[in-house]
Structure formats: structure tokens, C-alpha cells
């Protein structure tokens, strides 16, 4: 009888031997935005928070478009046809530098360039696509408004027929990368149900103030739109879907890569914490070696692994196309309330520390307060759970 295998040597930074999940090329695509966010993000970005800016996003836009990582899981017009998978892991990547990088790729890919890719003309797909794929393009996704957040269907803003033409009132809030996009997917009632435009931004009678005075996702581009009798083309319409299944479908595929960006920041302040505990002394010896803070790693090391493991088994169903709405709403309740406990517990190890800029902890604190309750609030995903779980509607 032969021996059994040796098992490999317990990696702290992998408890679970995760990585014997990836292919090659998935970790090609995962080292190279990790590499990318290290040397043009991880250096400025406290300093982008504190100030409360994106400078230079336009620059930035081109230089994710170059590495393939705008709309990188759509299939040609200048996309990088990647996986699930591997889409995950980059948004793992730029949110464990910041969760406003990620909302920045999120929105451009899984929202505006998904509306398009997904919904769109040939001449949309043509027109658009390759130039928000390379970053020449940046583009924003219209759907939530003042008065209506988790219930999209009472939109206000309407577009009306006008001859040939459409024409837009309204007005979009919480829209990110608003103010710098040069085209904006915006979702309005019609008089034959909700339907989405394609608006290039310089149109007349549109605007997009950027959205001051925030304390979390400071380093992103925040908007609101206001549409003051936009006249728009017939062709300016997607005409692949009517009703709330279009943005919600889209807001479907946004929330899967939120389901790893996630963990991103939750690592970030995991291992912050590990770092700190393993050289901050008190009472004369580090504070890793008390029972107290050995037993919160512990528990943050398993939250923050169960998290990207449930993120990867959601990513290998979207890849055989077998991933429902529902699932991704399991993930993402549950992996933004872990990571949010993770960071709350990686501050308490920190102390005083954990409140400093010269420490990530604090910044992903409170960036995953808006990643808490974008793209469907915690009880919006514990209400869609509920309703598959017993097959009441509970919305109303």
C-alpha cells in the first residue's frame, strides 16, 4: 500500500489551500492587478481619501482599460472575454486597495458596458464598447433617485415620445463616476413600461454635480444626474429589454463582483491587523501572543476564507451559467457583513492605531458602509432570500 501524499505546509496567508482552486491563468489575472493597484493606488490613496478626490481618474480609467480589466468578462468589442472567476479576483484585488477603485470598474463594466453588451444595438455595441473597454470612455449607470432607492419601479424620471425623438426629465442620485462619464445608461418610464437610454453625457440639457460632504467612498466619483428635456434619437434606446428586468440584471452581475471585492478590503484589514499583532508589544511581549487576540484572528481568518470560497463556488456557477439572482444576494448579505466585522475587530487590535489613515482599517470601514447598502440594501437581499425560501412575497 503506498504512502499517502504529504500535505503541503499550512500557508497563513491561505489557510485553506484556496489557490489549488485556480488555474494558471486565473492567477495571472489575479497577480497582475494586485501589481497594478500596488504601485497606482495603495501609495496615493489615503491621501485621496483624506482630501476627498479621485485625481487623475480619467488616467487611471485608460490604465485598467489597458490591463484588460473594464468590462473584462464580456466577449469582444475590444473585451477581455475572461471568466467569472477571474473577474472576481480583480475585483478581490482593487477593492483590497480601496472599494472606490472597484466601484469605478464595477460600474463601468458590470453596469454601463453589461446594459450595452447585454441589451444593446450592434450599432450601440460598436459605437461604445471598444472605447469604454480601453478606458477612453468612462461611463455611469442612472437608475436610483432621491426619493426611490430599493424601489426602482416608482421612478420618476420619464422619457416621452416626441415624433422621432426621445426626450428626458428626471433626476439620478449616488451615481458613480457621474461627473466625469462620457456616456450615461439611464433607465426611465416610458409610456410602454421602464425602458434604458444610452445618453452621451455632452447632450443638451444634461448635467451630472458631483456629490460632496461624503464620509465614505471618498476616494470615487459621486453624482447625481439631472435630466432637464434631454432630446435623444430613437436609436437611443436599448432595445433588447423592457420593464425593471433590465437593471435589475445588471445590478445582478454588479453584485457578484462586489461578492469578492468584499473580502478584498476584509483581507486588507485582516492582515493589517496579523502585522500589528505580531509586532505592537504591551505588557512586554506582542499582543499576537494573547489568548484574546489570537482568538479574533481566528475568528476573522475564518469569515474572511468562507467568504472567498462562497465567492469562488458563486463564480464557477456564473461561468457554467448555472448562478440564480438568489445567490447572488446570499453572497453579497453575507460576505459585506462579515467583512464589515472584520474590520471593526481588525480595529480593536489596532487600538488607537485603527482610526489612522497610516492604517487601511478605518478607510475600508467606512467604504463598506456605502458597499452595505448599494446595489440592494441588506434588507432588500434578506427579503429576496426569504421570498425563495418560502414563496411569499414579502416586498409589499
Not at 421602464?194 to 460632504?213: C, L, M, Q, W
Request: proline fraction near 5%; glycine fraction near 12%; charged fraction near 20%.
Amino acid at each position: 500500500m503506498s504512502a499517502s501524499p504529504k500535505p503541503p505546509p499550512f500557508d497563513p496567508a491561505d489557510p485553506l489551500g484556496l489557490d489549488d482552486l485556480l488555474e494558471p491563468e486565473d492567477l495571472a489575472v489575479r497577480d497582475t492587478v494586485r501589481a497594478w493597484a500596488a504601485d497606482r493606488v495603495l501609495p496615493y490613496v489615503a491621501d485621496w481619501y483624506e482630501k476627498g478626490e479621485l485625481p487623475g481618474i480619467r488616467e487611471l480609467a485608460r490604465e485598467l482599460g489597458g490591463i484588460g480589466a473594464l468590462g473584462m468578462s464580456l466577449d469582444g468589442y475590444g473585451c477581455a472575454g475572461a471568466s467569472a472567476v477571474q473577474y472576481g479576483l480583480a475585483c478581490l484585488e482593487l477593492e483590497a486597495a480601496d472599494s472606490g477603485i472597484r466601484s469605478l470598474v464595477s460600474v463601468q463594466g458590470s453596469l454601463a458596458m453589461y446594459a450595452v453588451h447585454r441589451f444593446g444595438s450592434e450599432e450601440q455595441k460598436r459605437r461604445w464598447l471598444p472605447r469604454m473597454a480601453s478606458g477612453e470612455v468612462i461611463g455611469c449607470f442612472g437608475l436610483t433617485e432621491p426619493d426611490h432607492g430599493s424601489d426602482p419601479g416608482s421612478m420618476r424620471t420619464y422619457a416621452k415620445r416626441d415624433g422621432d425623438d426621445w426626450v428626458l426629465n428626471g433626476r439620478k442620485m449616488w451615481i458613480t463616476n457621474g461627473s466625469v462619464a462620457g456616456v450615461a445608461v439611464v433607465w426611465a418610464q416610458t409610456d410602454g413600461g421602464i425602458r434604458g437610454f444610452v445618453v452621451p453625457t455632452d447632450s443638451a440639457g444634461f448635467s451630472a454635480p458631483e456629490i460632496r460632504h461624503k464620509w465614505s467612498l471618498r476616494a470615487s466619483v459621486t453624482s447625481e444626474l439631472v435630466l432637464d428635456d434631454v432630446r435623444l434619437p430613437a436609436d437611443a434606446v436599448l432595445p433588447g429589454v423592457t420593464g425593471l428586468k433590465g437593471p435589475l440584471g445588471c445590478l445582478s452581475h454588479a453584485r457578484y463582483g462586489i461578492v469578492w471585492g468584499a473580502m478584498g478590503a476584509a483581507r486588507s484589514c485582516f492582515e493589517a491587523a496579523v502585522d500589528y499583532a505580531r509586532t505592537r508589544e504591551q505588557f512586554g511581549r506582542p499582543i499576537g501572543g494573547f489568548q484574546l487576540t489570537q482568538a479574533k484572528l481566528a475568528d476573522m481568518a475564518v469569515e474572511l476564507h468562507k467568504g472567498i470560497l462562497l465567492a469562488h463556488h458563486l463564480g464557477r456557477r456564473m461561468d457554467a451559467g448555472r448562478l440564480r439572482p438568489e445567490q447572488v444576494s446570499f453572497g453579497k448579505l453575507n460576505n459585506v457583513r462579515e467583512a464589515i466585522d472584520i474590520c471593526r475587530t481588525a480595529r480593536t487590535i489596532l487600538g488607537a492605531n485603527g482610526i489612522s489613515l497610516a492604517y487601511p482599517v478605518m478607510r475600508h470601514a467606512t467604504n463598506l458602509e456605502s458597499v452595505l447598502t448599494y446595489e440592494g440594501t441588506v434588507e432588500m437581499h434578506q427579503l429576496v432570500l426569504g421570498k425563495a425560501l418560502t414563496g411569499i412575497d414579502a416586498f409589499r
